[in-house]
């Protein structure tokens, strides 16, 4: 009988260090480059899909790839960034739900900083506040504002980066920390409870940095196709937001960000 236990215990172990070596070579295959399918893995490790499924899906709760339909991609797309065009066109319907609701936390008489983006673009086109004044590094949001009389605009100046509209360098930081506001409406590329609030430019997430350290309330806005990746430049631990505004999120991942203190708003 004891024999039998301890030889069932040597194969649990057995196989808990087999699972976890697959999920590394899984991890080394698609950080690599590779597109992985469900089907090949199983074959290749000779496992189940249903074996496969779970793997992926713990490697994507830990934030290392993200599922795809029938497999997985890397997750860290850390060099890539999209134009402010090519954002313009993606997630159109979930950024004006968000921009709507987001706005929605806009008071009257309140002052706020919006960070460049089309998602905070969606806030500026919702503001239905009155008497408020925004700081913005955004060329486009400075004129969808600038024709409002309800809205005290400044633009922080600086560098025009033209892939995303946005300004930056040190005019843009020096600005910035000139003013304390009620709110900061900020937008990412990435979202990670691991690795944080992230952006491919190290010179925008400086800008978002400074935007953060002076206001009192911080709003972080992104799509749920931000969630779970990981780019470039640190903005901040996800704890520093006070809320994060998106179109959905699942009651799991709602509680991990909830524990850190930050109120999930969908």
Do not use: W
């Not at 597109?35 to 290392?64: C, M, P, Q, W």
């Amino acid at each position: 009988m004891i024999k039998f236990i301890h030889q069932n215990e040597h194969k649990r172990k057995v196989n808990k260090m087999f699972a976890e070596e697959r999920k590394s070579k899984i991890a080394q295959m698609i950080k690599s480059g590779q597109s992985v399918k469900v089907s090949e893995l199983a074959k290749l490790f000779g496992v189940s899909e249903s074996t496969i499924r779970r793997d992926l899906a713990e490697l994507e709760a830990l934030g290392i790839i993200k599922r795809t339909h029938g497999g997985a991609v890397n997750n860290f797309i850390t060099s890539f960034e999209p134009s402010f065009a090519e954002k313009e066109d993606k997630f159109a319907k979930e950024k004006e739900y968000i921009g709507k609701l987001a706005a929605s936390f806009i008071h009257d008489g309140d002052t706020l900083i919006l960070d460049s983006g089309t998602t905070t673009q969606y806030i500026a086109r919702n503001i239905n506040a009155k008497n408020i004044t925004v700081i913005t590094n955004s060329v486009n949001i400075a004129y969808e504002l600038s024709n409002n009389d309800n809205f005290e605009v400044i633009v922080t100046g600086g560098v025009i980066r033209t892939k995303t509209k946005a300004l930056v360098g040190d005019i843009t930081q020096s600005v910035l920390r000139q003013f304390r506001v009620d709110k900061a409406f900020v937008a990412a590329n990435g979202v990670s409870i691991e690795f944080g609030v992230t952006t491919p430019s190290h010179v925008e997430a400086a800008i978002k940095r400074a935007m953060i350290e002076n206001a009192k309330e911080v709003f972080l806005v992104a799509d749920s196709s931000k969630f779970g990746q990981v780019t470039f430049s640190l903005i901040c631990p996800v704890e520093r937001l006070d809320y994060i505004i998106t179109d959905k999120m699942d009651d799991r991942q709602r509680a991990e960000y909830e524990k850190l203190g930050v109120k999930v708003i969908t």
